[in-house]
């Protein structure tokens, strides 16, 4: 069977990525594929992959009852931070980044955490959950011949740690952490880091964002963009917008085959 025809398979409605739908989920958007482009890798955001739920179950055991909001205002800073940072020529790793924006959110909110308390939260986002369509998806990608990395904000410890977490390692081709090139998404430097990394033009890459603004930035850059909206999450008012949008993994694999 080619690659081409494998793609289309799993991609149908009845493909073996289907059953990882969601009952209920947001309606996708698949508008016509660019012309005589073969696709021959993807690039994801980390959370396209894992659920990043998962640091807020370790959150309300250090600290009861604020844990939605604790974790809501470590995020904010953590992006905040992070392109503070760049933009100041001020680069540290990305955990680094959120060790800084995890004290400013405990602080806001009169939490004094503890040294083991802290360094249980920033390791939590190294130890999240692989979505359901996870595996299934990348062995499929992987049987098909597809390149497949990571391309994220994720220092590399980070990033090495939540894929042996997952015992999903062995089904990329590389691991990218924007680290290689000293700054964060959405600078196009990080996003040249896919190519660079897998040998392919941008142009034979989809990138699978998992927030709008990664979707924005990646359309920005040049990659064939599909914004995979898992949360059903209201679009970015931006000028860039993805070439497809979907909740789950089922329909970055049809928009890929076709």
């Not at 955001?45 to 909001?69: K, N």
């Not at 359901?132 to 597809?146: C, F, Q």
């Amino acid at each position: 069977m080619s690659r081409r025809q494998f793609l289309r398979l799993v991609a149908g409605a009845g493909g073996l990525l289907g059953a990882c739908r969601p009952k209920s989920t947001p309606t996708a958007s698949q508008p016509p594929a660019r012309e005589n482009v073969e696709i021959r890798g993807i690039c994801f955001d980390l959370f396209t992959l894992f659920d990043p739920r998962g640091v807020e179950r370790v959150a309300e055991a250090v600290a009861p009852g604020q844990a939605a909001e604790l974790c809501r205002d470590w995020r904010v800073r953590q992006f905040e931070y992070a392109w503070l940072r760049a933009t100041a020529g001020q680069y540290r790793d990305f955990e680094v980044v959120t060790g800084e924006a995890l004290d400013y959110a405990a602080g806001a909110r009169g939490l004094s955490l503890s040294a083991v308390d802290r360094r249980r939260l920033v390791a939590a986002c190294s130890e999240l959950t692989p979505w359901p369509d996870t595996r299934p998806a990348l062995e499929a990608w992987r049987r098909a011949g597809l390149r497949l990395a990571p391309l994220a904000n994720y220092s590399p410890g980070m990033l090495s740690r939540l894929l042996a977490h997952a015992g999903l390692a062995g089904l990329f081709d590389a691991e990218i952490s924007t680290d290689r090139a000293r700054t964060f998404k959405p600078s196009p430097r990080a996003y040249a880091l896919g190519p660079a990394v897998l040998g392919l033009p941008r142009e034979q890459i989809v990138f699978a964002a998992f927030g709008g603004w990664d979707a924005a930035g990646a359309a920005w850059y040049g990659f064939p963009t599909f914004w995979l909206n898992r949360l059903g999450v209201a679009p970015e008012a931006l000028s860039a917008a993805a070439d497809a949008t979907g909740p789950t993994l089922a329909e970055l694999a049809a928009f890929v085959a076709r």
